[in-house]
């Protein structure tokens, strides 16, 4: 009887300590605060952390919200917020001449100065019935682009770095995922041939500033872009050699079209406009550039990537693999 007493009394005591829908304040659990809730389960009171998970957790999304509002510096302050969470801060750089480094897509590193002195007039005579193939599908797919585009060689350009920025990448991607699957070196290949692609993507960001394409020919660009990346994925899987030879007679022909785009901005056909921003400081222009300094520059890194291709369907054509000749970096 006694402790029957003694149970009931101890019973509403506690009753009315848990009764309440919160403790008095935060218990600290290690180092982080947990507030204890009481939920009713089957007619018993049961101590729960859950209900402070969700606040936390609710907490936590509009501190998140109320972070990604831009601030009254702009939307920098943000950026840094979410970088220095993770350690990784934003490098702000500076030009030589003290002003701010504004291209985020690349660094002053990256930068340098056009060889324009290499031989523009170099060609690859087919030697196998291959490399006569690939040339005959490289004419043929220059056809419908005269007549597409005739003599608009800004757009036209921009239809051409769309499309000869795919090989490096397609090619770059296949070496690197065969280097994982054989646990081998590629002997500097894989930076080369993405360095390449690169190259070819600043080329459409330059010439994106001085044009302005049509809705039918970005439609144009989406379709081309999607065949040739698959084709040439294909064609590079079932013969490397006759890939980038193909892709060595594309960039003749790429050099053959900004020698024609020359020459209608020297006879005044079209407009030698200031050159962009973007294109003094990834080419290491001067101040005062025009277009027909960027296209000088552009012809001269497409002879390059013509010298390479071909050089590494040589490579293929005398039996050796890309990765017994050491790959040809920083050739620009």
């Known amino acids: 009887m ?36 009481g939920i009713s389960l089957g007619g018993s009171r049961l101590l729960s952390t859950a209900a402070a998970e969700s606040s936390k957790t609710s907490s936590s999304d509009q501190t998140a919200a109320k972070s990604s509002k831009p601030s009254s510096t702009g939307k920098f302050k943000v950026e840094k917020e979410v970088a220095s969470y993770w350690g990784v801060e934003p490098n702000k750089l500076v030009k030589d001449d003290g002003t701010e480094w504004k291209w985020t897509s690349f660094r002053p590193w990256h930068a340098y100065t056009a060889n324009t002195s290499v031989d523009l007039d170099k060609h690859h005579d087919p030697a196998t019935f291959g490399d006569r193939m690939m040339r005959l599908t490289v004419k043929a797919l220059r056809w419908p682009t005269d007549i597409f585009f005739q003599r ?28 994982l699957r054989r646990f081998e070196h590629t002997g500097g290949w894989i930076r080369a041939l993405l360095e390449e692609a690169e190259n070819e993507r600043m080329h459409l960001m330059t010439f ?36 980038h030879r193909m892709v060595g007679y594309l960039e003749e022909e790429a050099v053959h079209s900004y020698t024609e785009y020359l020459k209608d901005l020297d006879s005044g056909k079209i407009e030698n406009v200031p050159a962009p921003a973007i294109a003094i ?14 296209v000088v520059a552009v012809r001269a890194d497409e002879a390059h990537h013509r010298d390479v291709n071909h050089f590494a369907s040589d490579i293929y054509y005398n039996g050796l693999a890309l990765k017994e000749v050491p790959a040809p970096l920083d050739y620009h």
Do not use: K
């Open 208 to 243: 994106m500033e001085v044009s302005d394409p049509r809705w039918y020919e970005r439609a144009l660009v989406f379709t081309v872009q999607g065949i040739f990346f698959n084709a040439y994925l294909l064609a590079y899987i079932l013969s490397p050699r006759l890939a």
């Open 281 to 294: 400081d990834y080419w290491r222009l001067a101040p005062d550039a025009t277009l027909r300094d960027v």
């Open 2 to 37: 006694n402790s029957s007493i003694i149970a009931g009394s101890l019973l509403r005591q506690l009753r009315g300590q848990f009764l309440s829908n919160v403790a008095a304040g935060p218990v600290l659990f290690g180092q982080s605060p947990v507030i204890l809730y």
């Open 152 to 179: 608009r060689y800004g757009c036209r350009a921009m239809m051409l770095e769309t499309v000869a920025a795919v090989p490096g990448m397609v090619a770059g991607l296949h070496l690197h995922l065969r280097s």
